[in-house]
Structures are given as C-alpha cells and as structure tokens.
Nanobody, 115 residues
C-alpha cells in the first residue's frame, strides 16, 4: 500500500505562485510514475502534469509555460511549481502514483486563486 500526502495549497491572488508537494511512502519511489491532477468546482478531474521515473514530463496545454513538475527521489517527494496563477486554476489538486498498473491517489489540497 502506497500513501500519498499533498501539501502547499492555499489562497493566492492572480499572478502569484504556489508550490505543491506530494510525499509518498515506499522504498522504491524512484520507480514510480507520478502525476498531478485537478478538479474544479462542478468539473471532472483533469490531468495537470506527469513525470516518469526517467524524469520525462508532460503537461496539459492550459498550464504549459506556467507550471513545472519535478521530483526528489531522496525525499520521496514530487512537486508542482505553479507560477502566474489564474482564477481558472482554482481546484482541488491531487497527486497520484502509478505503480505496477495500480493507480494511487492522495487526499487532495485546495488551491484558490482570487483577488
């Protein structure tokens, strides 16, 4: 069983930045493919960014150039640096891990972008 714990959400104004963190349990974190998804009010859960064990990244078009996903295998943590935040980025952000075809999810962290 893998546990994922997100942190770093909050209330910010448009144009500001936040960094989300997702700490994962397990001794082979470096082999996990990790991702961030988000679910806005009344919307489905959508992909934000993913990173493979080999550090290949992929981003949703809506966040390209503004968000950066990274990982620190020594800390079992994946990050999502979010810059130039917009009101439409408001959502609950979820971390996930794909391990041997099983997808694990964290509990989510709220990000609100509002003036």
């Amino acid at each position: 069983q893998v546990q994922l714990v997100e942190s770093g959400g909050g209330l910010v104004q448009p144009g500001e930045s936040l960094r989300l963190s997702c700490a994962a349990s397990g001794s082979i974190f470096r082999t996990y493919a990790m991702g961030w998804y988000r679910q806005g009010p009344g919307k489905q859960r959508d992909l934000v960014a993913t990173i493979t064990s080999g550090d290949t990244t992929n981003y949703a078009d809506s966040v390209k150039g503004r968000f950066t996903i990274s990982r620190d295998n020594a800390k079992n943590t994946v990050y999502l640096q979010m810059n130039s935040l917009k009101p439409e980025d408001t959502a609950v952000y979820y971390c996930n891990a794909l391990i041997n075809t099983i997808l694990y999810w964290g509990q989510g962290t709220q990000v609100t972008v509002s003036s």
